[in-house]
């Protein structure tokens, strides 16, 4: 169980548990994280990888956001795609990997459970708000050996809270009629910890036709015996979803009406569904061997009717999209503490899909009538197997040098059924394998130099071809990513670290693959790469200031459209050239409290040829104030995009306009406001 003893500074030393703060060297730390103070866990937690921003609950549980995606984009070098479509909000991705769709780099992990939907996407992190968000962890890079599948670029875990005794509540109300009540509870006796969970959200929206309504429900049991030599544990959630989805708009109907909604986005809207069950064991098996076990239950259900434009001759845009996805996973660690200097780590995953895809077409009509299907295009059954596992070592033969190879492999089959009775493979990939390498060494105890190299790999998903097998279709390889990093970590003065790491990744044979859609296209061979700055000081008692500077760019270095357009040298769609972040907090005593926040992102070309024009920069400010009441009641108000700034989200419609190809949008909330009220027993 967890101790009461906390870190509570801007730049704290890495927590102690598992999916924590990977590296003692070269992990930040923002805000206050929870210290397990002697507890033996698997060396994938601690002090191991490099890249690593671990952001503590405190920033977040007082934070309005309409999803819990949203909260990631205090974290350094983050992108966060907003297409604020219902139910299908968006999502964040670092290293220049995109929010698309079309290639899913970032693997997702919520308490450690692979928490990503089949083609990638992130659904799963709605079901988490933020009073129950004990961390946020972002590795970045190749050399994490944990997990295979979609961790391309690196992973994000969320950490809920566990264990602890307090009831915490937070009632919000604010601009778009938003109303948000949360309740968090934790007890914690005789080594039993409960923790409860309770949230509701709704809201009418931006723009017309923009209303959602949600809720989560959580409850997690845990119990330690045997001078915490065991600890055993359950996870449930469940939520629910309803949304309607305003449409994205013409360049004309953006500058017409931006609020706005086309009379043919009438009926379009979202009914979504999400469980989540798994049990935890961990087992201290000697003084030097620690076994942790995870097993998993993910449940996926969605409902969504899209129209995506106005009537063209010859084609139907109006769809109904239905998914239910069942994952079923285990994650297995064992972890023996060879010498004072060798650790050795052992892992193995397995996770079972069986899941069904059908995508409706209906005839044009104004509002579209989603009663009768024109046509059902897809109808599908498939499953996806993936066995992993991996080793990795640390090895610290001097104080100041640590040196962590591993070495990890991932197996995939499956099968599909489609309509008509036909069956068909998984691509044939064989056994992906997976070298990686981490060295750190501290020229002074201010000072770490640190370097990594590694490989990772994507597959193709989707319920048809090309990720199976169907007649006539080309096989692929799968697409091995190699990064590479060097980087600095120093602390120039007390209560002030900073860190700063180049970076680049090449990948073989990539595909950008848009399973909903039932579209690919072969990317070939692409180069990322980047510089990140990143800076964090505590000044005084009263000031804090954080800021970083992400410079990226994604390339392609080979491949060809379909009519034998080279593409070498253009850039990966949707990629930012830089994105920024800077973050002021101000306590003037134990009452008062202030803060700024501001976010910016470069502009992007939207479709392979780069011949269309960039979109997508934005520049906003978020502003707070807080006061305590008393000492268990605080009221906060906060103000969102305070300049009252004008953007919108950005892509290519290639799909659905007959051949008269255009951008289209949606676009951002404009300035608002929310004030809570929050109550600690």
Request: proline share 4%; aromatic share 10%; hydrophobic share 35%.
């Amino acid at each position: 169980m967890r101790t009461k003893a906390m870190v509570s500074a801007v730049l704290a030393t890495p927590c102690v548990g598992e999916a924590r703060a990977q590296s003692s060297d070269a992990a930040i730390t923002l805000g206050s994280v929870h210290v397990r103070e002697g507890s033996r866990r698997p060396l994938a937690a601690n002090r191991v990888l490099t890249s690593v921003d671990v952001m503590g609950g405190d920033q977040v549980h007082e934070k309005n956001v309409s999803n819990s995606w949203e909260l990631l984009g205090q974290m350094p070098g983050m992108q966060l795609t907003e297409t604020r479509q219902g139910a299908e909000s968006g999502k964040a991705t670092f290293r220049a990997f995109n929010g698309e769709g079309y290639l899913n780099g970032i693997k997702i992990l919520i308490d450690g459970i692979p928490s990503n939907v089949n083609s990638g996407n992130q659904r799963f992190i709605d079901m988490v708000f933020p009073l129950d968000i004990d961390y946020i962890e972002v590795v970045r890079g190749t050399n994490d050996p944990r997990y295979g599948l979609h961790n391309i670029g690196g992973n994000i875990n969320l950490g809920t809270r566990q264990g602890g005794n307090y009831t915490d509540a937070r009632l919000t109300y604010g601009s778009y009629n938003t109303r948000e009540a949360q309740v968090a509870i934790g007890r914690e006796a005789n080594g039993v910890a409960q923790n409860y969970f309770l949230a509701s959200q709704a809201s009418d929206g931006y723009r017309d036709h923009d209303r959602s309504k949600k809720y989560s429900l959580g409850g997690k049991w845990f119990y330690s015996g045997d001078g915490d030599l065991f600890n055993l544990g359950l996870i449930a959630r469940v939520y629910h979803h309803e949304a309607d989805e305003p449409g994205f708009m013409t360049a004309e109907e953006l500058a017409t009406d931006r609020r706005g909604s086309a009379l043919k986005n009438a009926n379009d809207a979202d009914d979504r569904d999400m469980r989540h069950l798994s049990t935890h064991l961990d087992l201290q098996l000697s003084d030097t061997v620690h076994v942790s076990n995870k097993l998993y239950y993910n449940r996926y259900e969605d409902d969504r009717q899209v129209t995506f434009t106005s009537y063209v001759p010859g084609n139907a845009p109006r769809q109904r999209r239905q998914w239910d996805e069942k994952q079923t996973g285990l994650l297995s660690t064992l972890t023996w503490a060879a010498t004072p200097s060798l650790t050795v780590e052992g892992g193995l995953n397995a996770e079972h899909q069986d899941n069904t895809y059908r995508r409706l077409r209906y005839a044009h009509s104004v509002p579209t009538d989603f009663s009768t299907p024109a046509r059902i295009q897809n109808d599908d059954r498939y499953t996806l197997d993936n066995v992993g596992a991996y080793v990795q070592a640390v090895y610290q033969p001097t104080p100041a040098l640590k040196i962590v190879p591993a070495y990890r492999v991932d197996r995939f089959s499956g099968s599909t059924r489609l309509p008509g009775g036909i069956t068909a493979p998984l691509q044939r990939y064989g056994t992906i394998e997976q070298p990686k390498l981490s060295v750190v060494y501290a020229i002074t105890p201010a000072l770490n130099v640190y370097a990594n190299w590694g490989r990772t790999f994507q597959v193709l998903t989707g319920s048809t071809a090309p990720a199976y097998l169907t007649t006539g279709q080309d096989t692929f390889r799968p697409s091995i990513n190699t990064g590479k990093e060097v980087g600095i970590k120093f602390t120039p003065a007390v209560g002030t670290d900073a860190r700063l790491a180049v970076w680049r990744q090449d990948a073989t044979d990539e595909v950008a693959n848009m399973p909903a859609t039932g579209t690919s296209v072969g990317l070939g061979q692409t180069r990322r790469e980047g510089v990140d700055l990143q800076f964090s000081s505590r000044l005084g008692e009263h000031w804090t200031l954080w800021a970083s500077h992400a410079i990226q760019q994604a390339k392609v270095v080979r491949a060809f459209t379909t009519d034998g357009t080279a593409l070498a040298g253009n850039e990966v769609i949707a990629t930012p050239r830089y994105i920024s972040n800077l973050g002021l907090d101000y306590r003037t005593d134990e009452r008062w409290s202030f803060g700024l926040q501001g976010r910016m992102q470069g502009d992007y070309y939207i479709e392979e040829r780069n011949t269309q024009g960039k979109f997508g920069a934005f520049a906003v400010l978020d502003a707070s104030a807080s006061y305590q009441l008393s000492e268990r009641l605080s009221v906060d108000v906060q103000v969102k995009n305070l300049t009252g700034r004008d953007y919108a989200y950005a892509w290519y419609d290639t799909f659905f306009w007959g051949g008269d190809d255009q951008p289209m949008f949606s676009p951002a909330p404009g300035r608002s406001a929310y004030v809570s009220l929050n109550l600690k027993l």
